[in-house]
């Protein structure tokens, strides 16, 4: 829902100032339509009906997995397919994962949300409704700005729909916005002075290899993107998540945990493993470590004094894992 529009709209009609708030209320509490408002005038609901859609996306498909993982396939009013996903833990977590970008521009070798191109920004209200539609699902209490796109190449946008998250229960200590390293925007996110996480997609110790993995490393370097981050928790006092995808054979390797280490000051990074989930990006050129090897990786880097978790991957049935998501929907059953 377009708030702008929304309190636009409202003062248009002549309402009181107190309408606008008491709508929004309504529809982050996870009503499905203003029709179910029912402390609105009929009159009024109904007109709103008519000039503020809902929802600024339609949506095209839903799955859910069985450990409870919904994906969502929306498209926008001008027919982008973005994508998006509820994770339900069992201590109670809700975590939306959402899109920033219709596609991606950074091309990553290993992901299918850039070898469906770039389509365009997303709206803030865009960004926003992907949450909302899941709260109309269950309730949601983390968010994570790691759907298709880069979320810093569309920051002003993402800020604004981050500052409304709260009004769907998601604080901003249980945001985390991911960045391939895009360091501009890691810098103006630092001071913004909102209290999010900040996670940085690294995938590579050397910019040599991580070249190969993610051309963004040609604009921006490791040496970069590591002091764009440092400064963000001088500034911040939050440790930056490392995000870690574990490739066989490319990025697996012992001496790249040791390099790793001489890279992350403990101090300030903590580390997030990632198995590998398949996709039709790199035409197969990829395979995920073994668990083994994850493991002997963490151990490496434990000893070193760098603590690392190892992401459970959800969702994969239905193509809702990290790095899944094209637009395509999938074929497993509806829900
Ligand atoms: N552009 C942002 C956010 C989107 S990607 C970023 O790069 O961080 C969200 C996470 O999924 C990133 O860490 C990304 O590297 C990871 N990812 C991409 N493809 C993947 C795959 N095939 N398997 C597992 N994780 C993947």
Redesign the pocket.
């Known amino acids: 829902m377009d708030r702008e529009l929304l309190e636009r709209t409202l003062a248009e009609l002549g309402q009181p100032s107190y309408r606008a708030r008491q709508v929004w209320e309504h529809a982050c509490a996870g009503a499905g339509s203003y029709e179910e408002m029912s402390s609105l005038p009929k009159s009024l609901r109904t007109e709103l009906a008519g000039r503020v859609p809902f929802s600024t996306l339609s949506l095209e498909q839903q799955l859910e997995a069985s450990d409870g993982t919904v994906k969502a396939l929306f498209r926008t009013f001008d027919g982008h397919p973005i994508e998006s996903v509820l994770m339900r833990y069992r201590d109670g977590r809700r975590s939306v994962c959402i899109s920033t970008q219709s596609g991606?521009p950074?091309q990553?070798a290993?992901?299918?949300?850039g070898q469906m191109g770039f389509k365009r920004d997303l709206t803030a209200w865009e960004i926003f409704d992907q949450a909302l539609h899941f709260r109309q699902v269950d309730q949601v209490n983390h968010g994570a700005?790691?759907?298709?796109?880069?979320?810093l190449m569309n920051l002003t946008a993402v800020l604004t729909a981050v500052r409304a998250l709260p009004d769907l229960g998601i604080g901003h200590r249980h945001t985390s916005v991911?960045?391939?390293g895009w360091v501009p925007g890691i810098d103006k996110l630092a001071t913004e002075g909102l209290p999010v996480r900040l996670?940085?997609?690294l995938?590579a110790p050397d910019d040599e290899l991580r070249r190969t993995l993610m051309p963004v490393t040609a604009r921006f370097p490791i040496a970069e993107v590591i002091a764009a981050c440092e400064r963000f928790y001088a500034l911040r006092r939050r440790k930056v998540l490392v995000?870690y995808?574990m490739l066989a054979g490319v990025n697996d390797r012992p001496e790249q945990a040791r390099a790793l280490v001489r890279l992350l000051d403990p101090g300030r990074f903590k580390l997030n493993l990632?198995?590998?989930?398949?996709?039709g990006?790199g035409r197969g050129a990829?395979r995920?470590s073994s668990r083994a090897v994850i493991y002997s990786f963490r151990q490496a880097l434990a000893k070193s004094g760098l603590e690392a978790t190892v992401r459970v991957?959800r969702g994969r049935e239905i193509d809702a894992?990290?790095?899944?998501l094209a637009g395509t929907a999938g074929t497993a059953s509806r829900t």
């Not at 290993?110 to 949300?113: D, N």
């Open positions: 991606c950074l990553c290993f992901c299918a949300s700005l790691m759907g298709m796109g880069e979320p991911s960045t391939a996670a940085l997609s995938h995000e995808l990632i198995p590998y989930n398949e996709t990006a990829f995920g991957a894992a990290c790095g899944q």
